[in-house]
C-alpha cells in the first residue's frame, strides 16, 4: 500500500483547501479510503472517508458539513475538499486506506503515508 497525500498549506479561518491523496498497490474495491489528522497533542482524529466499491462515505461531527471526501477511481486518487476552515482545523493530515473490517473511526487496520499539514490562521 502507497499513499502520498498534497496539498495542505497555510490559510485563513474561512478558507479552503484540497487535499489530494495518490494510491497505489492495493484494490480500491475492496477498500475504503479516507483522512485523519492528528494535531500536537491530540489523538488521531479519523475525519472521513469514503468506500471504494460502493461510494459511501462517512464524517465525523467535526467536520460534517464542511468537508467532501470524493475518489477518482481513474486517476486512483482520493480528494479532500476543506471549506469554512477553523483554526481547530489546524493539524497533519494523513490519507488511510482501511480495508474491509477495519474501522474509519478508529483507523483500525489502516495504512497510511506521510501526512500533509493544514495550517489554518485566526
Known amino acids: 500500500v502507497q499513499l502520498q497525500a498534497s496539498g495542505g498549506g497555510l490559510v485563513q479561518a474561512g478558507g479552503s483547501l484540497r487535499l489530494s491523496c495518490a494510491a497505489s498497490?492495493?484494490?480500491?474495491?475492496?477498500?475504503?479510503l479516507g483522512w485523519f489528522r492528528q494535531a500536537p497533542g491530540k489523538e488521531r482524529e479519523g475525519i472521513s472517508c469514503?468506500?471504494?466499491?460502493?461510494?459511501?462515505?462517512y464524517y465525523a461531527d467535526s467536520v460534517k458539513g464542511r468537508f467532501t471526501i470524493s475518489i477518482d477511481n481513474a486517476k486512483n486518487t482520493v480528494y479532500l475538499q476543506m471549506n469554512s476552515l477553523k483554526p481547530e482545523d489546524t493539524a497533519v493530515y494523513y490519507c488511510?486506506?482501511?480495508?474491509?473490517?477495519?474501522?474509519?473511526?478508529?483507523?483500525?487496520?489502516?495504512?497510511w503515508g506521510q501526512g500533509t499539514q493544514v495550517t489554518v490562521s485566526s
Open positions: 488511510v486506506a482501511i480495508p474491509r473490517g477495519g474501522s474509519c473511526v478508529t483507523l483500525r487496520f489502516g495504512s
Open positions: 498497490g492495493f484494490t480500491f474495491a475492496d477498500h475504503a
Open positions: 469514503i468506500s471504494g466499491g460502493d461510494g459511501s462515505t
